[in-house]
């Protein structure tokens, strides 16, 4: 699905380059099946990201999703936090992103979400849409979370639920809505996120099950 390699473009850091494939973006975007509403408000986002200076939109992508931990695009980092299942879920999906064929920066977890939205592009419709599925609970929450700061960005996560035909976990739901605010200090974010990086240097073919929701977003 075209749509979402461009959704997932959308999400990533703003690089220099990003404003030469805006156009790319818009006509993909423009050309898919999401509502019109849904793509109305995806061409605000691009004509900000079009408009704004390219230093202005990195500190402001960096704000939200880089210095708060309640908008961090790891999706795991949700579900799990710092546990174990977070590491052996990244395995798995680190399994199914070779097992396909995609090719990624090693110091990039597999559960970022650009890095993610990229791979569902290049599945089969019915594939990607499950697998996105699964992550509907923690799309629902970050879109709430993005809207409430009036944040353009927020448009990406409406379209990725219009895409999603997956149901909300309400016990997960309800577990990432409780708690307030923490401080998005570049400190605070360093003792929060104090962790070993993970590593992916072994064969794990026999842990991917194409058939099951290896993603495990919608873990109880």
């Given at each position: 699905?075209?749509?979402l390699?461009?959704?997932?473009?959308l999400?990533?850091?703003?690089?220099a380059?990003?404003?030469e494939?805006?156009?790319?973006?818009a006509?993909?975007?423009?050309?898919?099946?999401?509502?019109?509403?849904?793509i109305?408000?995806?061409?605000?986002?691009?004509?900000?990201?079009?408009?704004?200076?390219l230093?202005?939109l990195?500190e402001?992508?960096?704000?939200?999703?880089?210095?708060?931990?309640?908008l961090?695009?790891?999706?795991?980092e949700?579900?799990?936090?710092?546990?174990?299942?977070?590491?052996?879920?990244?395995v798995?999906?680190?399994?199914?992103?070779?097992?396909?064929?995609?090719?990624?920066?090693?110091?990039?977890l597999?559960?970022?979400?650009?890095?993610?939205?990229?791979?569902?592009?290049?599945?089969?419709?019915?594939a990607?849409?499950?697998?996105?599925?699964?992550?509907?609970?923690?799309?629902?929450?970050?879109?709430?979370?993005?809207?409430?700061?009036?944040?353009?960005?927020?448009?990406?996560?409406?379209?990725?639920?219009?895409v999603?035909?997956?149901?909300?976990?309400?016990?997960?739901?309800e577990r990432?809505?409780k708690?307030?605010?923490?401080?998005?200090s570049?400190?605070?974010?360093?003792a929060?996120?104090?962790?070993?990086?993970?590593?992916?240097?072994?064969q794990f073919a026999?842990?991917?099950?194409?058939?099951?929701?290896?993603?495990?977003?919608?873990?109880?």
């Amino acid at each position: 699905m075209l749509v979402l390699r461009a959704l997932g473009r959308l999400l990533a850091y703003p690089e220099a380059d990003l404003k030469e494939t805006l156009p790319e973006i818009a006509a993909a975007i423009d050309g898919s099946c999401l509502s019109l509403p849904a793509i109305r408000a995806l061409d605000g986002l691009i004509g900000d990201l079009e408009t704004m200076d390219l230093l202005d939109l990195q500190e402001t992508y960096t704000g939200l999703f880089d210095r708060n931990r309640r908008l961090s695009l790891h999706l795991y980092e949700h579900v799990h936090g710092d546990g174990r299942e977070r590491g052996q879920a990244m395995v798995r999906l680190q399994t199914l992103y070779g097992l396909h064929g995609l090719e990624h920066d090693p110091r990039e977890l597999p559960d970022h979400l650009p890095l993610f939205l990229e791979f569902l592009s290049l599945l089969p419709e019915k594939a990607a849409r499950h697998m996105l599925g699964d992550a509907t609970t923690v799309l629902t929450v970050l879109r709430d979370r993005l809207a409430k700061r009036e944040s353009l960005y927020a448009a990406i996560f409406d379209a990725l639920l219009e895409v999603s035909p997956g149901r909300i976990d309400r016990e997960l739901l309800e577990r990432l809505s409780k708690g307030e605010e923490g401080d998005p200090s570049f400190e605070a974010l360093d003792a929060a996120w104090a962790e070993e990086a993970v590593t992916f240097n072994g064969q794990f073919a026999d842990q991917a099950q194409c058939g099951a929701p290896v993603s495990q977003l919608a873990a109880r």
